[in-house]
């Protein structure tokens, strides 16, 4: 069998389909390689961007939690100091249009005050205290043998929905509304408490 020489226009077709064929796949890996480090680089910055959101919104919820425990334990030592002190109001009165008066000139802002001994919840009357670095507003509820002080005063807050707190046994209801903020503190049940925080709402 004759041997068979391909002729040389022929050979450097063959030699060149083979280097475009060699870059070709050569490309090609490069594009694949480059899209899957693409992928798995977004994929290590969405989980890195969610790890940092996770630690920012876990330091930030820690830091809240820690202010809200902050507070309650002011209020709880303040409520209980009056009970001890038995200094529960420096201005006694049922009436609201005698302990709301009481309060002006004494602190920089008017607290809403409320009766509502029809509903089993007794205006004492008011006092002043310090909470939160300023003297604010307490007013001072009886509900059959307990006392409830509802201390208010002035916040840049948003308006919020009542949230539970509690320590050692007393407990409390804290919630902003036009412009000022109320934390209810008693021993009572929380569900007591909250008819009372239901009752100064709906007068607010």
Same mark, same amino acid.
């Given at each position: 069998?004759? #041997? ?5 226009? !022929?050979?450097?077709?063959?030699? !060149?389909?083979?280097? %475009? ?16 480090? *693409?992928?798995?680089?977004q994929a290590l910055t969405t989980a890195a961007a969610c790890g940092v959101a996770a630690t920012l919104i876990g330091t930030q919820a820690l830091m809240v939690a820690a202010v809200d425990d902050n507070l309650m334990q002011q209020v709880a ?5 009056? !009970?001890?002190? %038995?200094?529960?109001?420096?201005? =006694? ?5 005698? =302990? ?9 802002? +008017?607290?809403? =005050? *409320? ?7 007794? !205006? ?7 909470? #939160? ?9 009886? /509900? /059959? ?14 308006? +919020? +929905? ?21 934390y209810l503190v008693s021993d009572i049940e929380l569900n007591e408490l909250a008819e009372l925080a239901r009752l100064m709402r709906?007068?607010?």
């Open positions: 069998m004759d #041997n068979y020489k391909a002729p040389e226009h !022929l050979r450097r077709r063959v030699l !060149l389909g083979i280097e %475009n064929e060699r870059r070709r796949s050569f490309k090609g890996r490069l594009r694949t390689l480059a899209e899957y480090m *693409s992928v798995h680089w030592a303040s409520h209980a100091r009056a !009970l001890v002190a %038995n200094h529960l109001v420096d201005v =006694v009165s049922s009436d609201q249009h005698t =302990v709301k008066p009481w309060f002006a000139g004494k602190i920089d802002y +008017s607290p809403r =005050v *409320s009766d509502f001994a029809a509903e089993g919840f007794e !205006l004492a009357g008011g006092r002043l205290d310090y909470l #939160n670095d300023r003297v604010v507003a307490a007013l001072v509820y009886k /509900r /059959r043998l307990h006392v409830i002080d509802a201390y208010v005063w002035p916040t840049k807050a948003a308006d +919020s +929905s009542p949230a539970r707190r509690s320590r050692q046994g007393i407990n409390g209801l804290e919630w902003t509304h036009d412009g000022m903020r109320y709906s007068r607010g």
